[in-house]
């Protein structure tokens, strides 16, 4: 029936190469293979990809220099516990956070259906929800960073073992970190214009999608997932291992 319909109007149907050649041009052309991806979603798509080796080579590294040193590795239990009236609580801190974290998730998940709903003050109103957790986050991380740099851990060294331990985990979770703190500040920024109907006007600026759409806010909650979901992987690697 399309091509009915282009040759009664006199257009020209598409002639498509064959063998490996149509396969290129599908993918090199944006026709066939990402027609229905916008390229915001597309670019942030490439994006975490590209950052998915980033802290892939950084824990891969981790483990290799761990597996591989002849000095005795610090205690993650020990050196992340707190004490409370008294008692020693192990990773008490990081499960806190890792419960703050993923927490987030949910509300940016909500954020995003309220967005495609059109309800712009719970989606904005979830998106702050989700900046606040998020600032809690590294607040809670900067309290962390602090109290072990007062007990002497340096990327050089620390008193419980090998040298290397400052340097992973400061890299680490310093990478991490930043990740979160920029998201908070993208949602602090979108969560305005969402409650500013910039989306509904179509109104000029940075992050304004086409009117009435708001991927913007889908985006957004693509890359927040994918810290939290990097968090899960340094939660299990580098304080539970």
């Known amino acids: 029936m399309t091509d009915?319909?282009?040759?009664?109007?006199?257009?020209?149907?598409?002639?498509?190469?064959?063998?490996?050649?149509?396969?290129?041009?599908d993918w090199s052309s944006d026709q066939r293979a990402?027609?229905?991806?916008?390229?915001?979603?597309?670019?942030?798509w490439i994006f975490l990809l590209s950052d998915t080796f980033i802290f892939s080579c950084f824990l891969l590294s981790y483990m290799t220099v761990r597996m591989s040193t002849r000095v005795p590795w610090p205690n993650p239990s020990k050196v992340f516990a707190l004490?409370?009236?008294?008692?020693?609580?192990?990773?008490?801190?990081i499960a806190i956070m890792t419960f703050i974290l993923i927490s987030s998730s949910g509300t940016m998940a909500m954020a995003v259906n309220f967005g495609y709903r059109h309800d712009r003050i719970k989606s904005a109103a979830l998106m702050l929800v989700t900046a606040a957790l998020g600032a809690t986050f590294v607040g809670m991380q900067g309290f962390e960073w602090t109290k072990l740099i007062m007990e002497g851990v340096r990327p050089w060294g620390n008193p419980w073992g090998a040298a290397q331990f400052g340097s992973?985990?400061?890299?680490?979770?310093?990478?991490?970190?930043?990740h979160v703190t920029f998201g908070v500040i993208f949602l602090i920024i979108t969560s305005r214009k969402v409650l500013r109907?910039?989306?509904?006007?179509?109104?000029?600026?940075?992050?304004?999608?086409r009117k009435g759409r708001y991927e913007i806010?889908?985006?957004m909650g693509l890359y927040w997932h994918f810290v939290d979901l990097v968090w899960v992987?340094?939660?299990?690697?580098?304080?539970?291992?």
């Open 83 to 93: 004490t409370i009236g008294g008692t020693t609580i192990p990773l008490i801190l």
């Open 197 to 209: 109907g910039d989306f509904d006007r179509e109104a000029r600026g940075f992050f304004t999608s």
């Open 168 to 178: 992973s985990f400061f890299m680490i979770t310093g990478f991490h970190g930043t």
């Open 217 to 219: 806010v889908e985006i």
């Open 34 to 44: 990402f027609k229905n991806v916008s390229w915001g979603k597309a670019m942030m």
């Open 233 to 241: 992987f340094i939660f299990a690697l580098f304080y539970l291992w």
């Open 4 to 25: 009915v319909a282009l040759a009664n109007t006199g257009a020209a149907v598409p002639i498509r190469p064959a063998g490996w050649r149509g396969i290129v041009a």
